[in-house]
């Protein structure tokens, strides 16, 4: 019923928003922010709209010049309440309102079926944290990411289960969204290819709170590993659920629940999970401290994508100074070639738009924090 | 064995909760013969009352269970004066509407309660602190903790009270006549007025209990965690037959297992075509299936609706 709602206005406002021309001296270069601000996702969308908007904040003030022209950059932000459907809807007014390149989305099942309709209007994407191999894959040239995709994030994972835990056998269970069911079938193919057994495959939905039926079946298994592919609101209550029926398994995620909502969700369970996040150790190298530590004086704890929200915004106006131009269409082929080093390491694309050299991390919970451990 | 016990479990702690909340639905509609698709959203915010206060006194230094018996104690009457609210504001002046606007306006009262928490309590998920320390008790090869035998054994007495109070009592009496039939019940020295907001009041009060189990089984509240769980709760209710107490308890229980044994053992029996991914599922088709079969539902009477 809210959702409908939802609709019905954003398709209201859609149609009202008549082609605003830029009638300011300076060039207004809009980027458009997409991610989930309501929901149960809410609280990661927000952190990837903050750190686009800090990015924006921060060029604003050194100031912007495009091809010998003042600019000046405007953020557009939009809820798409992870939903495949608001997703295009979001997309859609974007394009109406002829927008210079977007940011987002977040999850991959929002940004693939948005993903048409940017390629379509010939709009640049920057997705800081879709990992679905789906996403580039398509052949769209305005699709680009910044994060190792689930194929290089899987296979990191399938490599520690079978390498370092020494898994003989694994359980999987992933959300069946975009992102939950590639990331667990990458995990799935490469932990067989090691010789591993998979002796339970089971799925839940990302609104889901009980798994109580699923654990106690994979309980009677007895698998090494438990792997859950999903965001953080499920993996928290999974892993009290766990502790709760006694599973004595390795719990093993991804990105989606290396998150410090997870350990709050968990409370005590949580120690010991772990999980893996591409990227770098932010906390690693001095760029990355400086980002973390003017981010959460402006907006508090980062969850999880926001330096790569940021770079996002970034390397757009990067690509678009090379180029001269803020108009999507010029500015693409320098994108693509782009090669610069951010808070998340070195930044440059494959022919595909996926981020070359994606590095991925392994975490673990000690004493109530994520800590990175060696991934060999 | 041991993971059909263990499933037998789980089963049974779900579908006391829903049993609970199915309780809330089946009141009301015994006596007014309306949905309150806003029950959910009374568990939802006993729910959040109960964590404020746990979070309040977290420091304090009272026992886990003290703190927790204290947010009980504040839940409970603030959805009681909700659910007095609610009917008093939105459905009594409606009482002799077509019944379609009642309905609407329950649907709107629950989207309202749910946008007012989002306000109140936000969008992130709210976490249960580690009060309780978990205890596990063998039962075979399968075990059950403290938090379901709590669960189950709140449920249990809960309904067993319910049942005595609408049998037994003069209250119970004056509701099962308005039931039959409010007029006349109004006629014979009832006050009709006053019994149809006990019953949203005893219902609201259920709902805040259900609330608390929901937030100390799952260890999370969220501002829209009321919808599924009515919706499952509401199933119940229409399994076991609307409007029939007993009918309420038995299919939500019934409910519970069902999805268990169903989430459980689906992927294995169909060899992996129908998996875990159906569980919620089992909730709506079990429904159909009621619904075509028996229409009043396994324990309704058959055209006990009033005409």
New interface residues.
Partial sequence: ??TKYAYLLLTLASAGSIHQQAVAADLVIKIGSAAPL???Q??GGKDNENAVKLAVEEMNAAGVTIGKQKAKIELLSEDDQADPRAATIVAQKFVDQQINGVVGHLNSGASIPASKIYSDAGIVQISPSSTAIAYTAQGYKTAFRLMANDGQQGLALANYATKVLKAKTIAIIDD?TAYGQGLADEFDKDVKAAGATVVA?????D????F???I??I??KKPDVVFYAGMS?QA??MM??I????LKAQFLSADGAKTP?FL?????AAEGAIASSPGVVLEQTPAGKAFVAKFEKKFGKIQNYAPYAYEAAITMVEAMKAAGSADPKKYQPFLAKINRVGVIGAIAFDAKGDIKSGAVTIYQVKKGNWVAIPSK | MDVFLQQLINGLVSGSIYAIVALGYTLVYGILRLINFAHGEIVMIGAMIALTIIGLLGDSGLPGVAIIGLGLLGAIPCCMLIGYLIERIAYRPLRHAPSLTPLITAIGVSIVLQNLAMIVWGKEYVSFPPLIEMQYFPIAEASINNVQIFIVMVSTLMMVGLNYLVNNTKLGNAMRATSQNAEVAGLMGVNVNTIISLTFVIGSALAAVAGIMVTAYYGLAHYDMGFMLGLKAFTAAVLGGIGNLRGAMFGGILLGIIESMGAGYLGTLTNGVFGSNYQDVFAFFTLIGVLIFKPSGLLGKAGSERP
């Fill in positions: 019923m809210n309501t929901g149960p809410a609280l069946r495959r089971e799925y839940t939905n609104k889901a709170v009980d109580t039926a699923i106690t079946s309980k009677g609101p928290g209550p009290r659920q502790v709760g029926l006694q909502e709050k969700l968990a409370g005590g």
